[in-house]
């Protein structure tokens, strides 16, 4: 199955032979868990990046006591990466709008027209930056990941994401 891997560092030199025993090892793991969200290229591409940050890693700190441990979660992470980069669309995209009609879920009130008008209220008042944060975590973004995008501190987003839910539970007025 691991054919298909070209498992390389950077200058094109190839990888040590316990790092593509672990990756080779791990490639129908991998593949199981993720083929429904990425083609077969997608994954060894990913298990191709992972393999190199594994080298580069070790050449920085030594060779790794339990590789394949620390090759699964490089790999599975690699592989959330991809699939987060491939869902992201631009910050002011029609999408952050209807991932934030999801918040509505959140109301911890049955699902009558009032609080749907409430809801939508609420996120109509939140400032642009607020919306962008919100519908940037609803897409599932980490705080620190809205933050680096925006330019601000994880705080800023995780303060913006606190009113809102704040709002929406009625713990808070909205002016």
């Not at 054919?3 to 593509?20: K, N, T």
């Not at 080779?24 to 990046?49: K, V, Y």
């Not at 925006?150 to 606190?162: I, N, T, Y």
């Amino acid at each position: 199955m691991g054919s298909r891997l070209h498992l390389v560092d950077e200058q094109g030199r190839p990888l040590d032979g316990h790092i593509v025993e672990a990756i080779e090892g791990l490639q129908p793991r991998i593949t199981n868990r993720f083929s429904r969200w990425c083609d077969p290229a997608e994954l060894d591409n990913c298990l191709e990046d992972g393999a190199r940050r594994i080298a580069r890693h070790e050449a920085k700190h030594g060779r790794l006591p339990n590789i394949k441990g620390f090759a699964w979660r490089t790999l599975f992470n690699a592989v959330l990466s991809l699939i987060r980069l491939r869902s992201r669309e631009t910050l002011l995209s029609p999408n952050v709008w209807e991932s934030l009609t999801g918040v509505r879920n959140v109301r911890l009130s049955d699902d009558s027209l009032y609080d749907m008008i409430a809801t939508n209220e609420i996120l109509a008042r939140m400032s642009e930056r607020d919306r962008i944060i919100c519908g940037l975590t609803i897409q599932g973004f980490t705080s620190r990941e809205v933050a680096s995008r925006l330019g601000v501190d994880a705080s800023v987003v995780r303060k913006a994401l606190s009113r809102l839910f704040a709002r929406l539970t009625g713990q808070r007025r909205v002016h």
